[in-house]
């Protein structure tokens, strides 16, 4: 733990007089002293001195797990919207075919290729790598954890938290993967695009993501949707407006203060509908001084 | 309106400020939603609001440049801003003005390297027109960047002074920007005091007139950097203190 | 820059089936709003609505101006209404401004809303001209109930200058003398009206749509009603046709929504009349340093 005050800076502000720090993001060399370039936290790792903003589209890392929404078709490989400086690309190799089988892609593969991922579709993905120069960003769904989101027919709930910012609901088993220091500085980004209406799935059952394997690649995705009961309606809805209580109030997002605002909607005895409302939003994060939102 | 003097014998101009005295600033930052950054800046009475989106992928891919982010503006006027109301096209000779002072002002000042083939849009609204408009714009969108995240080498931040009545004044409202003096309007990088725009509206001004508006128009800009980078810094710590905020 | 997969429609439409949507709302339940009169000082009237993501500022503005020769004694009210972002890509933004212009037009400067002899300041020769100007800043659905109720909060909070006709100079001239603010008047309004938008969805109908919610519609009513439910205006959007008992069903809903609104909106801007600090007239200009 970081037991020292962290120091803001704002653009302009020089950083340091050393001169042999190494820059970082954040960071620019102007009249040979390091200067920051954004408004935020300072961090000094060892030589490296870079500034973490509070607030930012997605920065990507690989290995990060994201959720995306597919914005174009193109030749052999997919555009994708992750909330970043750019939309991220799937190539046509980098997913898992229908058949399982690992094989060369044909020409029929690239005919199809809707028949895997279309427009508007939603899928969860992890980076695989990064080129900075050109400022792209490559994903991949090799795996099984990976994928069109779809809704199930379920007895449980899950919860994807992109790390990109938009949720879903991930499984427990993907969430120790999204490093906590990326959690901290990242999750927030839900409450600049509150893409939170997607449906959620909170899950204790580390099996679940296994269950969510079965590759469909019907159109007709009616067929196979299955109604939630009510309550789990309920628990959903009132899960979502716990994410969105946290975003407003531009606070971490993890699980644990996703169940601590849950429960303590409960325990107030508050309808998920009110929860969104400023002075009962105030009383679920204990919050003793009025704040403007 | 028939005024006799800008500036009366007492030293106070017609609301009463003194000729080197600011208006009162207001600073309002990230309350606008579904937008990377907004700011609010409130100068007076002149009310201008920003906001950014980006960096992101361009929607015209035919604009989109190599090696840098390209920079889009809109600007609109409302038609209550102004005393008299005025319905002002997209086309208008100012708003296309005003664009283009935005985007030069600022290209030089983001670093636009970092995202190539990327678009960052600006938009501004002004809410309220009580003179030193284009300032109040430069400073939103400023803050609105910062706002974004959207790294820049230092905060330009700009201010408008008029040479009337044989007086140099700053921070003008609509009725002495209109009295037919020489409008300087300036914006400096706030550290190391660099003009990286200006506009003048000149009619016959002596250097030495020309020189003490220009230096009391750069001390504005100083004056007002102090209360934006506040504002910032405030804002920053606010956002810190709620992130690391625990829940109970 | 809305867009849905298939499966999150489907989730949305079931949700209203179960009447329980996205954010725990049933379908005939409205989100919190906030309003603030009086923001812009240099107009006669003005107000910000927020309604969750949605964003709408009004400015009021009196002129003086000719009467239309169709009604010499009425004042006359011009409604404009500007949407800064385009706010979903079915409708561009145009189409939207022209659809809630036209609509607004229509229901506040129809003479029943607002007495509009009231606004004649010389029979046939010169009249007060009213215009409200609408800046949609961010919209988060349900945009026609939105500007309508930012519309009668800016009226709540308008001044007409008194005036007086005086001889002019020359015979046959007039003059008119504006008195200063503090001897303006409120306008009365008791008869404005507000929209309260109905959609359709899969035969169930739904009130104050999230953005997300309108890519899911079939249709929708919209229907300006008054606080004490009659009738200014209705106008239907969408392909689907809706059956004639289903119109005075959703009719009766829109009148009880209405009510409601009418309410809350009432309450907010008495509340926001009693702790108004007298700043916004203040001439303050003290350097802050």
Same mark, same amino acid.
């Given at each position: 733990?970081?037991?020292?005050?962290?120091?803001?800076?704002?653009?302009?502000?020089?950083?340091?007089?050393?001169?042999?720090?190494?820059?970082?993001?954040?960071?620019?060399?102007?009249?040979? =002293?390091?200067?920051?370039?954004?408004?935020?936290?300072?961090?000094?790792?060892?030589?490296?001195?870079?500034?973490?903003?509070?607030?930012?589209?997605?920065?990507?890392?690989? $290995?990060?797990?994201?959720?995306?929404?597919?914005?174009?078709?193109?030749?052999?490989?997919?555009?994708?919207?992750?909330?970043?400086?750019?939309?991220?690309?799937?190539?046509?190799?980098?997913?898992?075919?229908?058949?399982?089988?690992?094989?060369?892609?044909?020409?029929?593969?690239?005919?199809?290729?809707?028949?895997?991922?279309?427009?508007?579709?939603?899928?969860?993905?992890? @980076?695989?790598?990064?080129?900075?120069?050109?400022?792209?960003?490559?994903?991949?769904?090799?795996?099984?954890?990976?994928?069109?989101?779809?809704?199930?027919?379920?007895?449980?709930?899950?919860?994807?938290?992109?790390?990109?910012?938009?949720?879903?609901?991930?499984?427990?088993?993907?969430?120790?993967?999204?490093?906590?220091?990326?959690?901290?500085?990242?999750?927030?980004?839900?409450?600049?695009?509150?893409?939170?209406?997607?449906?959620?799935?909170?899950?204790?059952?580390?099996?679940?993501?296994?269950?969510?394997?079965?590759?469909?690649?019907?159109?007709?995705?009616? /067929?196979?949707?299955?109604?939630?009961?009510?309550?789990?309606?309920?628990?959903?809805?009132?899960?979502?407006?716990?994410?969105?209580?946290?975003?407003?109030?531009?606070?971490?997002?993890?699980?644990?203060?996703?169940?601590?605002?849950?429960?303590?909607?409960?325990?107030?005895?508050?309808?998920?509908?009110?929860?969104?409302?400023?002075?009962?939003?105030?009383?679920?994060?204990?919050?003793?001084?009025?704040?403007?939102? | 309106?028939?005024?006799?003097?800008?500036?009366?014998?007492?030293?106070?101009?017609?609301?009463?400020?003194?000729?080197?005295?600011?208006?009162?600033?207001?600073?309002?930052?990230?309350?606008?939603?579904?937008?990377?950054?907004?700011?609010?800046?409130?100068?007076?009475?002149?009310?201008?609001?920003?906001? @950014?989106?980006?960096?992101?992928?361009?929607?015209?891919?035919?604009?989109?440049?190599?090696?840098?982010?390209?920079?889009?503006?809109?600007?609109?006027?409302?038609?209550?801003?102004?005393?008299?109301?005025?319905?002002?096209?997209?086309?208008?000779?100012?708003?296309?003005?005003?664009?283009?002072?935005?985007?030069?002002?600022?290209?030089?000042?983001?670093?636009?390297?970092?995202?190539?083939?990327?678009?960052?849009?600006?938009?501004?609204?002004?809410?309220?027109?009580?003179?030193?408009?284009?300032?109040?714009?430069?400073?939103?969108?400023?803050?609105?960047?910062?706002?974004?995240?959207?790294?820049?080498?230092?905060?330009?931040?700009?201010?408008?002074?008029?040479?009337?009545?044989?007086?140099?004044?700053?921070?003008?409202?609509?009725?002495?920007?209109?009295?037919?003096?020489?409008?300087?309007?300036?914006?400096?990088?706030?550290?190391?005091?660099?003009?990286?725009?200006?506009?003048?509206?000149?009619?016959?001004?002596?250097?030495?007139?020309?020189?003490?508006?220009?230096?009391?128009? @750069?001390?504005?800009?100083?004056?007002?950097?102090?209360?934006?980078?506040?504002?910032?810094?405030?804002?920053?710590?606010?956002?810190?203190?709620?992130?690391?905020?625990?829940?109970? | 820059?809305?867009?849905?997969?298939?499966?999150?429609?489907?989730?949305?439409? /079931?949700?209203?089936?179960?009447?329980?949507?996205?954010?725990?709302?049933?379908?005939?339940?409205?989100?919190?709003?906030?309003?603030?009169?009086?923001?812009?000082?240099?107009?006669? $009237?003005?107000?910000?609505?927020?309604?969750?993501?949605?964003?709408?500022?009004?400015?009021?503005?009196?002129?003086?101006?000719?009467?239309?020769?169709?009604?010499?004694?009425?004042?006359?009210?011009?409604?404009?209404?500007?949407?800064?972002?385009?706010?979903?890509?079915?409708?561009?933004?145009?189409?939207?401004?022209?659809?809630?212009?036209?609509?607004?037009?229509?229901?506040?400067?129809?003479?029943?809303?607002?007495?509009?002899?009231?606004?004649?300041?010389?029979?046939?020769?010169?009249?007060?001209?009213?215009?409200?100007?609408?800046?949609?800043?961010?919209?988060?659905?349900?945009?026609?109930?939105?500007?309508?109720?930012?519309?009668?909060?800016?009226?709540?909070?308008?001044?007409?200058?008194?005036?007086? @006709?005086?001889?002019?100079?020359?015979?046959?001239?007039?003059?008119?003398?504006?008195?200063?603010?503090?001897?303006?008047?409120?306008?009365?309004?008791?008869?404005?009206?507000?929209?309260?938008?109905?959609?359709?969805?899969?035969?169930?109908?739904?009130?104050?749509?999230?953005?997300?919610?309108?890519?899911?519609?079939?249709?929708?009513?919209?229907?300006?009603?008054?606080?004490?439910?009659?009738?200014?205006?209705?106008?239907?959007?969408?392909?689907?046709?809706?059956?004639?008992?289903?119109?005075?069903?959703?009719?009766?809903?829109?009148?009880?929504?209405?009510?409601?609104?009418?309410?809350?909106?009432?309450?907010?801007?008495?509340?926001?009349?009693?702790?108004?600090?007298?700043?916004?007239?203040?001439?303050?200009?003290?350097? =802050?340093?």
């Amino acid at each position: 733990m970081i037991n020292e005050p962290q120091r803001i800076v704002t653009p302009g502000e020089i950083l340091t007089q050393e001169s042999d720090f190494l820059r970082g993001h954040g960071v620019s060399l102007q009249n040979n =002293q390091l200067t920051a370039t954004i408004s935020g936290v300072v961090e000094k790792v060892n030589k490296l001195v870079s500034v973490e903003p509070l607030k930012s589209r997605y920065n990507p890392h690989v $290995g990060d797990i994201v959720i995306g929404r597919i914005n174009e078709v193109m030749r052999k490989k997919w555009k994708v919207e992750v909330n970043s400086t750019q939309n991220a690309i799937l190539s046509l190799s980098a997913i898992i075919l229908p058949d399982g089988i690992q094989r060369r892609r044909t020409s029929t593969d690239e005919m199809n290729m809707r028949n895997f991922y279309k427009e508007d579709d939603l899928i969860c993905a992890e @980076v695989q790598k990064i080129q900075w120069q050109e400022n792209k960003i490559f994903l991949h769904t090799r795996s099984l954890k990976y994928g069109k989101l779809k809704i199930r027919s379920i007895d449980y709930l899950l919860l994807i938290l992109g790390v990109n910012g938009y949720c879903w609901i991930s499984s427990p088993e993907t969430v120790p993967k999204i490093d906590k220091k990326n959690t901290d500085k990242n999750n927030w980004w839900v409450s600049t695009h509150q893409k939170t209406d997607f449906e959620k799935d909170l899950s204790t059952d580390p099996k679940s993501a296994k269950l969510r394997i079965r590759k469909r690649f019907i159109d007709d995705e009616s /067929q196979r949707y299955k109604s939630f009961t009510q309550e789990m309606r309920e628990k959903i809805a009132r899960t979502r407006n716990s994410i969105f209580v946290l975003s407003t109030l531009n606070m971490t997002i993890d699980p644990i203060a996703i169940m601590k605002i849950y429960s303590k909607s409960l325990s107030l005895q508050l309808e998920s509908k009110d929860m969104l409302e400023p002075n009962n939003m105030m009383n679920l994060i204990d919050a003793k001084e009025e704040e403007k939102i | 309106m028939e005024i006799s003097e800008y500036v009366n014998p007492e030293g106070l101009r017609i609301d009463g400020r003194r000729r080197k005295e600011l208006r009162k600033i207001e600073i309002e930052m990230g309350k606008l939603e579904q937008v990377d950054g907004s700011a609010l800046f409130v100068e007076g009475f002149t009310r201008v609001m920003a906001s @950014v989106c980006g960096p992101k992928e361009v929607e015209n891919r035919s604009k989109a440049v190599e090696d840098k982010a390209f920079i889009s503006v809109e600007f609109l006027s409302a038609t209550f801003s102004t005393r008299k109301r005025t319905k002002m096209s997209k086309k208008d000779r100012r708003v296309l003005e005003i664009c283009s002072i935005i985007r030069k002002t600022f290209e030089p000042v983001l670093q636009l390297e970092l995202f190539p083939e990327s678009e960052i849009s600006i938009f501004i609204q002004v809410l309220q027109a009580d003179g030193g408009v284009e300032s109040a714009c430069i400073n939103a969108v400023t803050l609105a960047l910062i706002d974004a995240g959207i790294p820049m080498i230092d905060f330009v931040c700009s201010c408008t002074g008029t040479y009337l009545d044989s007086f140099c004044i700053l921070d003008t409202n609509f009725i002495e920007e209109t009295a037919g003096g020489s409008i300087l309007i300036a914006a400096i990088l706030a550290k190391s005091k660099k003009v990286v725009s200006t506009q003048m509206k000149i009619s016959r001004l002596k250097m030495e007139n020309f020189t003490e508006l220009l230096e009391l128009v @750069v001390d504005g800009c100083s004056r007002i950097y102090d209360l934006m980078e506040d504002a910032t810094r405030k804002r920053t710590k606010e956002q810190l203190n709620s992130q690391t905020a625990l829940i109970k | 820059m809305d867009r849905l997969s298939f499966s999150e429609q489907c989730f949305i439409i /079931q949700g209203i089936k179960d009447n329980i949507r996205n954010d725990a709302r049933t379908r005939l339940d409205y989100r919190y709003f906030s309003i603030e009169t009086g923001i812009l000082p240099q107009t006669n $009237g003005s107000s910000r609505l927020r309604l969750a993501g949605t964003e709408i500022v009004v400015g009021i503005k009196t002129e003086i101006g000719e009467p239309l020769k169709e009604s010499p004694n009425d004042g006359r009210i011009e409604v404009s209404v500007e949407c800064t972002f385009s706010t979903s890509e079915r409708r561009s933004k145009e189409v939207l401004n022209q659809e809630i212009t036209a609509m607004m037009q229509k229901i506040y400067s129809g003479g029943k809303a607002i007495d509009l002899t009231n606004l004649s300041i010389l029979k046939e020769k010169k009249c007060w001209i009213l215009y409200i100007d609408v800046l949609v800043l961010r919209s988060d659905g349900n945009l026609f109930d939105g500007v309508s109720l930012a519309i009668k909060a800016a009226l709540f909070n308008t001044r007409i200058p008194k005036v007086q @006709v005086v001889p002019g100079e020359r015979s046959g001239e007039i003059e008119i003398e504006v008195f200063d603010e503090q001897q303006s008047e409120k306008i009365n309004i008791k008869n404005v009206p507000i929209c309260v938008t109905i959609s359709q969805v899969s035969g169930f109908v739904v009130i104050d749509t999230t953005v997300y919610e309108e890519l899911c519609i079939d249709s929708s009513l919209v229907v300006a009603i008054d606080s004490s439910s009659n009738l200014f205006g209705i106008r239907k959007y969408g392909n689907d046709g809706i059956e004639s008992s289903s119109l005075i069903e959703i009719i009766n809903l829109a009148s009880k929504a209405g009510q409601n609104l009418h309410a809350r909106l009432d309450s907010l801007l008495q509340f926001e009349e009693k702790n108004r600090i007298q700043n916004s007239l203040d001439l303050d200009f003290i350097h =802050q340093k």
